[in-house]
């Protein structure tokens, strides 16, 4: 079952995020919210760099960087596997710190739109018990 | 690499200005030489004539094409390109003066020459071939029409051209290495052209803007020559061009659109300044004395010249009518002061032509003549036959039909040819009545040419 | 010689007095594609061409795939391609015979893949080039210069003139041509967004020299604009060094600083020394494009 990159990633050209950096932290939030699983396999650096209409190398890059890091692992004559799934505390931060930004935003368009902290807590838990049922 | 070369002679043949003069020229060398088989000697002079004009223009035209070729990138990128281009170009050229070798014997009949004389004549042709061939290659459009009535005048004078080299025999050998050299020079030239060089712009760019680009690039470093002779007449070059007179007359307005253009006021005063002492000093040689014997021979020097000039100095700006046109002036007003602006041009250069060429030398040499009613109807002709000329081309540039046009083009063209050679014989009344026709004429195609070019798309 | 399809190294181009390239050094590596960047009138269509012999430079060297330019070898023209900026000839050709043309230069011509592009882009063969529109002759100008399949492709602003859809289609078939052979690819442009996809190496030329050279990746790693905020007035060089500031912007206890060469540490370095507070942020190749030529 090969997976078509375009569904899983998107590049900005935009953005002042280096491409590379975008497909991997793609890479690690799709693992750590399970819908890139362990043990299955990536489309390969052409495929991808076709669908993304990127420099091929760009994504040898991102690979090779997410392969020092253990994230994935190479395997002979068939390309690039998820290995880890487990989460450190170190990759916690990490997460945490790319939350923050999105964060900020919602508290200050909370306090422009004078919404309390108490009704900003409400509104996550249902949005979360939503977001888990569908 | 075979293919190369056929694809290269594609260039040439389809080119559509290339491909009607070499028609032409090739029709007319084997007209000529059958009627000369069949006695028709004083026809196959005449179309000779047109064998001459042709091959001018021809070579000119080579010498645009290989530059135009060899100006590209492609020239120094492609493998095999420029020498390819370069041996298609000599071999054609050769191919051409063979025909014209080949020809030769079209003189024969009209009068006696020598082998000597002859090899002379051909020595001289191949040589001013080529010195044509390389103004064209330096894309000098203005140079080649001066040389080109140098050539006329040269080419009506065959007779003591051929006594000349009847007497100094060497001479067709220094011109024979003249040409040497310049075919030399031209291939050398060729192999090392690049972007630095200054002849890289051409004519006949496309589009037809960018021509005017290249050419100011290529003529710029001959605009300098100039330069002296501006210091000379304390003729300041105008910073900038003054606002559009708009409640000024129809004369005064029309002088706006030619400010850039005017400077060939500074031209001409060059030539006066040049052109007149070595020409005076030239027709002194007593072999140049029968130069005079007949003044009304120098008729389409004298009437086509500046028709050329006026139209070459327009055909630079045509292109800008377009945005002229987005300038508060309406059109009809604007197709008049342009009208204006070339008939004024015609005028200042027929003007400078009849004073240099005919006043001078025969209030010089020959004073009785300027007071005889011939020579006074022939002057005005001249001046009628050049404004008839002229609006007729005009008219024929607002003419979409190209059916029209080249039968309107042969009809001028056969015209110019009769006037040519017949005028020597007309009498004054012949003369008069022409200056009537083509005065009346001149006027009715000036209108037809203002209506024709207001409608006219100016893109 | 392998290493680097184009290696140029102090060379220098005046048009009379007009100094254009300074002692400009460049190297491009074999199979990289190489962006170059620079505002109009920078010299990049000056720099390609010296690179390709088409001017002469006053001074320095150059090495095309091991040659010397002035004089290539035809061994080498065949393996170089080349697209300008404009390049409009034979009005009265048409496209057919303009290929034909050019593919008889050339010992190897690949047809069918030339073919293939002419129905790809959508251009009509039989077409006059007289009347082509400017996005139309530009097409045709890319790919003439692929038919040989060169090892080194050369284009001046090739995508001036093209919608975003045909630029899409250029993106694309220069990721082909990468992917599918060893194949070097210099080009210049304005377009940032399309160099961000497809380069891995950017130069940014600036008053005839180059002013950044290397990895885009490094590049958007090193120019970052950082938005400061402290109570205290802050220096000049914030702490880091005059030749790190590019520019700086500032009003009362707020300032945008553009930077060079940023690493981490920065951030923290300049909280301290500045007591501030210190946001970065991330810029695209535009904006950096932008800042190195305040």
Redesign the interface.
Known sequence: MSIKAKYYFTVSTSSGVPIYRQIIDQVKTHIATGRLEMDVFLPSVRQVAKELVVNPMTVSKAYSLLEKEGVLESVRGQGMKVHKTSVSKKDLEKREDQMVPLLKEVVTKARQLSLSKEKMAALLESLWKENKNG | ?K??LP??F??YF???SFRILSIIFFLSALISKWLYLAHQTWWAEDVTTVLFIVTLWLTFYMGLIVK?QLA???A??????RR?HMMCFFVLYLIYVLVIMLWRDGLRPMIEITEHAQQGILAACLLAALGVTWIGYLSMGRIFIYFYAGILIMAKQTLYLLDIFEQAVYLKYILSAGSLLLVVGLAVRLTRL???HFEYGYLL???PR?YIVDQVKASQSISNIFDPWLKIFRVKRAPAIPPYPRDANLFVRSRHWDYVDRMSIVSILFWMTVAAPLYMLFIQRPEMEKFFRNVYTNFLLLTMTPVLVALGSQYKRITYWGYDLLKPVKKESYVKERGVVVLRTLFSYWIVFIVCLVLIPNYVFKPEVLHTLKFWAFFLLTGTFSFLTLTWIAYLGCESDSKRVVIHGIILASLVLIYFSLMPAFSILEMVMSNVVCLTGGVILTKLAYRGWCEQEFV | MDRYVIEAKDISKNFGAKQVLDQLSLSVPAGSVFGLLGTNGAGKTTLIKCLLGLYKISRGKIHVLGDDPWDFMEATKEQLGYVPQSDRVYPWLTVKELIAYTASFYKHWNAPLIEKLIKEWRINPEEKLGVLSEGEAQKVSIILSLGHEPKLLVLDEPVASLDPAARRQFIKMILQIVSDRECAIFFSTHITSDLERVADQVAVLKEGRIHFHGELGALKDEVKRLHIRSEQQLPDDLGLGREKVIYCESSAGEAIVSVRGFKKEFKDIIEATCKARVEVEDLNLEEIFLELNR
């Open positions: 690499m293919q190369t694809q290269i594609q260039l389809r080119n559509p135009r590209n990138h492609r120094s990128l492609l493998p095999g390109y390819q690049k972007e630095d760019a496309w589009p960018k």
